[in-house]
């Protein structure tokens, strides 16, 4: 288990590795409606159609008001990123993984933009930032299943 530096808390990454295939990560990563599972902030999510640039779906929180995001950009099996409206900004999630000698590394980096990126930082950034390396850990455990 490795963590990447974090640079603060409106723009973090964590990052683990697993005796998982890359394929188990990424099937993990892509079942959007599976998400509630290892995100424990999460009470549902949802996709509308194929996991591909520009599908768009919804989230809902423990905490706080639903949104919905949009897939931007897609590399199938490497990685990809989504983002969702946040007031004056947005929220960018990038995942991205590799797998050298039987290793699997996959990264989750978090990026709160615009004016209240350092308010968003704050709160809920530092909650996110504080979670991270468990919600790795646990999609780690699911695709060593």
């Known amino acids: 288990m490795a963590a990447q530096a974090q640079e603060s808390n409106y723009h973090f990454s ?5 005796t998982a295939s890359a394929a188990r990560i990424w099937k993990v990563w892509t079942d959007v409606s599976n998400w509630k599972q290892w995100d424990k902030g999460l009470k549902e ?3 509308e159609g194929e996991f591909a640039v520009g599908a768009k779906g919804k989230l809902i929180p423990d905490k706080g008001p639903k949104s919905k995001f949009v897939v931007t950009e897609l590399k ?9 409206r946040i007031p004056f900004g947005w929220l ?3 995942r991205y993984l590799t797998n050298k ?3 699997t590394r996959f990264t989750h980096e ?3 933009t615009g004016m209240l990126k350092k308010m968003l930082g ?6 996110y930032r504080a979670m991270l390396p468990e ?5 780690a455990a699911l695709a060593e299943k």
């Not at 199938?76 to 969702?84: A, C, D, L, M, Q």
């Open 101 to 103: 000698d039987g290793v």
């Open 110 to 112: 978090v990026e709160f």
């Open 122 to 127: 704050k709160n809920p950034g530092e909650r």
């Open 14 to 18: 964590h990052t683990e590795t697993t």
């Open 76 to 84: 199938p099996g490497e990685s990809y990123t989504f983002k969702t």
């Open 92 to 94: 960018i999630i990038r």
């Open 45 to 47: 999510a949802m996709l």
């Open 135 to 139: 919600v790795m850990r646990e999609i």
